[in-house]
């Protein structure tokens, strides 16, 4: 059946079609192109992510993305580096530049992106966190929990200052956990949090993806693709934030030589797909997980309309036109 839907819209995308929006000499060109690759998948909006890095690094990456001036661009989504530096929680975030919160250095890079830091993702144990969070809501940003080692009480602590959403929930932490308590419980059981989930089938197992949603209802779920620059590319060597990092022939991207993943190669229209192949909800509500529910979030709209063709039998999805708004 064909159907036409507010376009996606992505929380977090740390580059693609090649292109990484964390490397200090990406170019206005560069993130065009990223850009029209995203409108194949249906992407019609997004929050260009920029991963830990000194301020300098941040700075130059941010500019470039804001001066792009792309109506697709909706802000950006800052992740770290006030964040674990434990391996397992920090993921594949460079230790050497995780530092604790500071109000000063969010400033900093708030008026290097020009105000349009939308999202921010921390770790609630992280010294000067919670003063950092009541901070930036006051400030009209939202506050994502992710990459940390917390205890059910600070992650308690963190909601009560004004943090809303769980970036990518059971991922970013450690290997193992106690049974109970622990951070992922207590995101899960919190009302007041929105989870964040990448199904891309290397993040979390089925079961887990099936469980979380559940436990959430399917209006606090937001898909994400948390893709690199190997998303939409053949298995390969990429760059995230200059880290080399490796898109296997199965779809996993991580660094070579270490245990945790690097990101995704995800597509935001195959994450749709395979939520829908793991919990069996009707199209249209998992569509909105991706599209309207994330531009809700942040107090968005979503951008133009998408066409595609929806096969509920053979679980494919297809591209009719990319959008309906125009390209620049």
Not at 112 to 141: D, F, K, Y
Not at 221 to 238: E, F, H, N, R
Request: with cysteine; hydrophobic share 40%.
């Amino acid at each position: 059946m064909q159907v036409n839907l507010p376009g996606l819209f992505d929380l977090q995308v740390n580059g693609f079609a090649g292109v990484d929006f964390n490397k200090p000499t990406i170019t206005r060109d560069d993130v065009l192109f990223a850009i029209e690759r995203m409108r194949t998948t249906g992407v019609t909006r997004f929050l260009p992510t920029l991963i830990t890095s000194p301020l300098e690094r941040f700075a130059q990456c941010a500019r470039t993305l804001v001066q792009t001036d792309h109506q697709a661009i909706a802000g950006l989504h800052m992740e770290g580096p006030y964040i674990a530096a434990q391996d397992g929680p920090r993921g594949a975030h460079p230790m050497e530049f995780v530092q604790d919160a500071s109000i000063e250095d969010f400033s900093r890079r708030q008026e290097a992106a020009n105000g349009q830091i939308r999202l921010v993702t921390l770790s609630p144990e992280v010294p000067g966190a919670i003063a950092l969070i009541e901070h930036l809501v006051g400030q009209g940003v939202r506050v994502a929990i992710g990459h940390t080692a917390a205890t059910p009480e600070q992650i308690r602590d963190a909601i009560q200052a004004g943090a809303t959403l769980s970036t990518h929930l059971g991922n970013g932490c450690a290997q193992q956990l106690p049974r109970h308590p622990n951070f992922i419980w207590e995101q899960l059981a919190a009302d007041e949090l929105t989870a964040s989930l990448i199904i891309d089938g290397h993040h979390l197992p089925a079961s887990t993806v099936k469980t979380m949603i559940r436990a959430k209802s399917p209006a606090r779920v937001i898909l994400i693709s948390d893709a690199t620059a190997a998303a939409g590319c053949l298995p390969g060597q990429y760059e995230l934030n200059g880290t080399l990092v490796l898109l296997s022939e199965d779809g996993r991207v991580s660094q070579p030589g270490k245990p945790w993943l690097a990101g995704s190669a995800l597509c935001l229209d195959q994450a749709i797909v395979n939520a829908i192949r793991i919990t069996g909800l009707p199209f249209e509500t998992v569509w909105a997980m991706a599209s309207t529910q994330p531009a809700n979030y942040l107090g968005l709209q979503t951008a133009g309309n998408v066409t595609l063709e929806w096969d509920p039998k053979a679980l494919r999805l297809t591209m009719v036109n990319k959008s309906d708004f125009p390209a620049g």
